[in-house]
Nanobody, 125 residues
Framework: QVQLVESGGGLVQAGGSLRLACAASGRTSSQNAMGWFRQAPGKEREFVAAISWSGSSTSYSDSVKGRFSISRDNAKNTVYLQMNSLKPEDTAVYYC??????????????????WGQGTQVTVSS
């Protein structure tokens, strides 16, 4: 089992920045693709960003490309999501996910088998 704990969410004004962190524990392995997803009230969970096991390959949704950046520190078993130029439409619960099946960035919810509890990000206009 792998446990994921997100942190860094909060309330920020439009145009501001936040940095989310996801700490992994348990039967962790650096051989995991990791991803960030988000879910707004009344909407389905959607892909935000993902990173390969080595950190050399990343993928982003069109809505955050150029504003968000995903990175990982395998020595600390931690994945980060740097969010800049935040917009009110970025408001959602952000979830960290890990895949024991895939090494490279994946955008599909079903390809991740471990999930964190989520952290709220609220962007005011």
């Amino acid at each position: 089992q792998v446990q994921l704990v997100e942190s860094g969410g909060g309330l920020v004004q439009a145009g501001g920045s936040l940095r989310l962190a996801c700490a992994a524990s348990g039967r962790t392995s650096s051989q995991n693709a990791m991803g960030w997803f988000r879910q707004a009230p009344g909407k389905e969970r959607e892909f935000v960003a993902a990173i390969s096991w080595s950190g050399s390959s990343t993928s982003y949704s069109d809505s955050v490309k150029g504003r968000f950046s995903i990175s990982r520190d395998n020595a600390k078993n931690t994945v980060y999501l740097q969010m800049n130029s935040l917009k009110p439409e970025d408001t959602a619960v952000y979830y960290c996910a890990a895949s024991s099946l895939y090494l490279f960035p994946e955008a599909q919810v079903g390809r991740y088998n471990y999930w964190g509890q989520g952290t709220q990000v609220t962007v005011s206009s």
